[in-house]
């Protein structure tokens, strides 16, 4: 149906790029040019014979206005709809409305795919904003540079005669604390003018470290193997930093540790007849449910029948690995949903807890979340403990039951109203 109904729209708008009137090409292919203009316009099916004729009397081939991107608007306008679902938008009619406005239709879902581009970057940068170390430090620099200058005019003005060995000490002062500030505000100006790539500007050890494991789908083949070393795998042009050097050679250690424990082979086999279940994988390998989450999120994606998502905080909650989904996007900085399994994993140590979730907002698919909280070392005599809980997430079957609980992704981008666990107001809210 979504086929036939546009046909006529791409018949017209290659006549109209042809410099045809409606009456010529009708002549041409022997109809009436009021049947010609009952096909335009979405109110005549047509194929078969003349169709070809058409095709032939356009210079086109037949498939460019029987195969055209239809499928691919229609799919957008229901995003669009499923994105605002208070404006009740009649989906049973979308065919009908792609077919007699093509023009209304596509603007429309553009402009739905520049509202997604822009709340992306609002998110972006948002999070950029409010935990980007080298932001802080760099705005610290300059407050603390014009702080400086105006205390030292505020005494060269409010001194009465000062000495004139000291009138030019405060003047070389203020003199070198304008370069500096000078110096600082041109630094930061060509940052964030950087900001327009936000995605790919790497700003911090821990957004290397994401590219660095993105980049390999977080799966190593040369770990799979006993005796490799994992200071060989340290990617230089894109681990640039000693920390992000230092942070991936620990996770890379670990990795061949799991590796070690849990054998790919047996890893693919378990999957094969359980599916992703860590519980199922750790019984079978005899390891701890945190090795069997790891291992999940590290195995090639050919070996998954769905893409395995992981996060790892520490006990004070902040997040020191992160494999997001599409379904499931994680924070590039700062904490993550509070109500998301993992940080009530943290309140309950050794007690796994399963959940089915679904992203606020959109028309996301409904996850399955797996969260256990283990020690991170080994117990040692009047020391605190140190906890670390890891969360596994994965597509949940189409039926599912309870209903999944709506999470976000962190509070400054969440758009859910009315959240117990709310700790700011979010930059998506209505009137943003």
């Not at 449910?289 to 006990?315: E, K, N, V």
Request: hydrophobic residues 45%; glycine residues 6%.
């Amino acid at each position: 149906m979504a086929r036939d109904t546009l046909i006529g729209s791409r018949i017209r708008e290659r006549r109209a790029l042809s410099g045809l009137r409606q009456a010529d090409l009708a002549r041409r292919v022997g109809i009436s040019a009021s049947y010609l203009n009952l096909i335009e316009h979405n109110r005549r099916r047509i194929g078969g014979k003349l169709l070809m004729r058409i095709a032939g009397a356009l210079e086109v081939e037949p498939s460019l206005l029987s195969e055209g991107a239809e499928a691919a608007l229609l799919a957008r306008l229901r995003e669009a709809a499923a994105a605002q679902p208070g404006t009740k938008a009649e989906l049973d009619r979308v065919e009908e409305f792609a077919g007699r406005f093509p023009g209304w239709a596509n603007l429309l879902a553009d402009a739905r795919r520049r509202i997604d581009a822009l709340e992306d970057t609002v998110e972006t940068l948002s999070d950029r904003l409010a935990h980007d170390p080298h932001l802080a430090a760099s705005l610290h620099e300059v407050l603390s540079t014009v702080t400086a200058i105006r205390s030292t005019a505020a005494i060269l003005a409010g001194t009465e005669g000062l000495e004139r060995e000291w009138q030019d000490r405060f003047h070389r002062n203020i003199d070198e604390d304008s370069r500096r500030l000078a110096e600082g505000a041109q630094a930061l100006v060509t940052y964030l003018d950087g900001a327009a790539d936000a995605r790919r500007s790497l700003t911090s050890p821990q957004e290397e470290i994401d590219a660095f494991l993105a980049d390999r789908d977080f799966h190593f083949a040369e770990l799979e193997a006993p005796g490799a070393d994992p200071a060989e795998l340290l990617d230089p042009a894109v681990l640039t930093s000693q920390a992000a050097r230092q942070i991936a050679e620990r996770l890379l250690q670990r990795y061949a540790e799991d590796a070690a424990q849990v054998p790919l082979a047996l890893a693919r086999d378990v999957v094969a007849e359980h599916g992703v279940d860590p519980a199922a994988l750790a019984r079978a390998a005899g390891c701890d449910l945190p090795c069997a989450m790891r291992r999940l999120a590290s195995l090639p994606p050919q070996a998954l029948p769905a893409p395995a998502g992981l996060a790892i905080c520490d006990s004070a909650g902040a997040l020191t690995f992160r494999k997001p989904l599409d379904d499931f996007p994680l924070p590039r900085f700062g904490g993550g949903c509070a109500l998301w399994p993992l940080f009530e994993a943290l309140a309950r140590p050794g007690q796994p807890v399963m959940r089915l979730l679904v992203q606020a907002g959109g028309e996301a698919r409904p996850m399955r979340a797996f969260a256990v909280a283990a020690p991170s070392r080994a117990a040692v005599f009047d020391a605190p403990p140190l906890m670390e809980a890891h969360m596994l997430v994965v597509a949940a079957p189409e039926a599912t039951a309870p209903p999944p609980l709506e999470v976000g992704v962190t509070c400054r981008i969440c758009p859910r109203e009315g959240c117990p666990a709310r700790r700011e107001p979010s930059l998506l809210s209505a009137g943003f």
